[in-house]
């Protein structure tokens, strides 16, 4: 999809806040740093959009972009970020829990992860919870640029086999910086919308 229109609805902490537009929603996680932000930005086509409001430390929220009028991005606010109390941890627990266990519009959970290294204990948490809640999820692996091309194979199948992935779940090789993985991730976007 080629994004020419992107605006960002609301800033979310309560589902009576969520947006009742109705469009599909795909929602973004991933662990401080990860490269969720620059994922997103990427995908629509803006420099800044998705970054200031989701560093660590800013406010918890679930910020929703509207896309084409079309359907919604939704950012949850990165996680295993060290210096976030346990009280912050607890009510973003509880808020991503309300959002991703009972939104109708939610057709898939975009989650970011690290090509590089194998997924944390926290990536295999997040991942494992939303398969509890049989919740489709679309693996994205990125800064591919930072891996040699011979050893994608290699790396995949280490993210497969640590996050334990169900088949019919995708894995996308993805960078921010060249633009791979662009057409597939909204391609799979597209094709559960
Ligand atoms: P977030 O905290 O998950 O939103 O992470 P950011 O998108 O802010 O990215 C964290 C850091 O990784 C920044 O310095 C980015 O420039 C860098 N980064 C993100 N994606 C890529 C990528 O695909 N390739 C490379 N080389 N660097 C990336």
Not at 142 to 165: C, F, I, N, R, Y
């Amino acid at each position: 999809m080629k994004v020419h229109n992107v605006e960002m609805v609301i800033s979310a902490v309560r589902p009576n806040q969520y947006p009742e537009d109705g469009f599909p929603e795909f929602a973004l996680a991933g662990r401080s740093n990860v490269g969720k932000s620059s994922f997103i930005n990427k995908m629509i086509g803006r420099k800044s959009l998705a970054r200031i409001s989701s560093k660590p430390g800013k406010t918890q929220t679930l910020n929703f972009y509207k896309i084409e009028e079309q359907l919604f991005f939704v950012d949850v606010p990165g996680y295993g970020y060290a210096k976030v109390s346990k009280t912050e941890r607890e009510a973003w627990g509880k808020m991503i829990e309300m959002y991703f266990t009972d939104r109708e519009p939610l057709k898939a959970v975009v989650q970011i992860v690290d090509l590089r290294h194998a997924p944390s204990a926290d990536d295999c948490m997040m991942y494992d919870f939303l398969k509890h809640f049989d919740i489709p999820v679309i693996i994205i692996a990125t800064k591919a640029d930072k891996v040699k091309k011979a050893q994608w194979p290699k790396q995949k199948k280490l993210v497969k086999t640590t996050l334990d992935m169900v088949p019919s779940d995708p894995l996308i090789v993805f960078s921010s910086e060249t633009g791979m993985g662009f057409d597939e991730a909204w391609a799979e976007i597209e094709s559960r919308m």
